[in-house]
């Protein structure tokens, strides 16, 4: 009954974001207007900002999941704490590979270090790939516990480690979204919107898909141990 | 019954105490930490420095990178007797607030830390600041406690998740340095500020700022959690 109710939620959240998807890329390369002073490379911004969004959500709610795991000793909220943070550092990747593509357009270089928000990923990289380090040297109840504790410090070390990379090194990063709104055309901001929508979209299919998936695959483990017992 | 159980104070007193005499008899990290903090600065300057250049300009930096990594090692070593001898076990069946445990670890690898600064800050200063101040060095001290106050309670957070892991000794380090990073760019920026004769005390300031948030903020995560930690 569940497991049908989880699949339909999948196959309409699927559905729902290959549209958005679809509807996001033909509005970026073909509605939306071209930068007057960065030209084609700047539609990259609509992937790279979404993108990094996304990813910084993925990791709050890891860290909100592994509190409610340690509250209530589900290993379901383990399972979105360890599915989001995957995805958040999957999208983690495309964001210092998307920010490195755009960096080469506009100064030149493939990297700088300059540039307190792309370094800021790289250190976001390095604190949850440490993560599925630490799961994976971990057995039993005490991998779920630990990952758990770790996703809370690691979110606590994400702003830390921006604000220490901005302090030390000066400002170049293009700000598109200021304390006074967002420093571009209407036009640009819908299609942004879309993009971004599009990306939630992407985090919650994979979500749901790799939820159902860990579900079936203890399922299995279940039956298996079931039918050793048996033998 | 109540009456006989010594106070939250006394308790913390005897466990820390009970770490430092350890580590008086044995001497087995102390020593261990400031070896290798000589090694790592010799490794820098041969780095970096081989050809007659001057590094003072990069003098904070070669310090925080070289505490760096010794408090990984420091923290690393922190939790083996708990582990190896079970000391754990022992502790954990007395009715100690779970919390000592972690302050009192982080008490430790605090004094540890401090110890080998007392050694690491005059050496880089004599190896690689031209023209250094006697007072600057009292405010690289300042830095040096506000930086061991974050490494150590969160050195002894981590020390504890990775105490019953597969491949602990590799572990630490991936937990522990990314996390550290912030200290590392605060801390050298910190002492930057005030070395070789430049003096920029509102750097200094915002730096030392940003050092006390982060202890703060670690200890609180650290307060928010340890029950977890010690939980069987």
Redo the contacts between chains.
Sequence with gaps: MTDTRSTRRLAITGVLTAILTAVACFGIFFVAPEDADQGIIQKIFYFHVSIALVGLVAFAVGAIYGIRY?RTRDAHLDDVSSIAIGIGLAFSVLVVITGSIWAKASWGTWWVWTDPRLVTFV?VL??Y??YF??RS??EGE?RL??S???S???F??VP??F???R??RSFVHPVVFTTGGANMSDAMLVWFLVSLAATVGVFLTILQLELIQRRADRAMRRVKMRLEAMA | MNAARPSWFRQLRALLLKDLRLELRTRDTLVAMVLFAVVAMMIFQFAFGGRGQDLSAVSGGILWATLALTAVLGVGRSWVPEREQRVLDGLLVTPVPRDLLLISRAGAIFAYLLAVEVVAVPLVTIFFVRGQEPGDLLLIGLVCLLANLGISV?GS??AC??L?????EL?LP??F???L??VV??AS?ATQAVSGGTNDLAEYR??CL?LG??AV??GL?AY??YE??F?D
């Design positions: 340690l250190i390095l604190l790939a440490a380090v630490l040297s971990v005490l516990r630990y758990a504790i770790y809370i410090a690691a606590a070390s830390l480690s604000y220490s990379v302090v030390a | 969160l957070l981590l998740l990775a019953f892991a597969r491949a602990r572990l991936v937990l340095l990314p996390s990073l912030p760019i605060a920026g915002g730096y940003f948030v982060y903020i670690f995560v928010a959690t977890h930690v939980d």
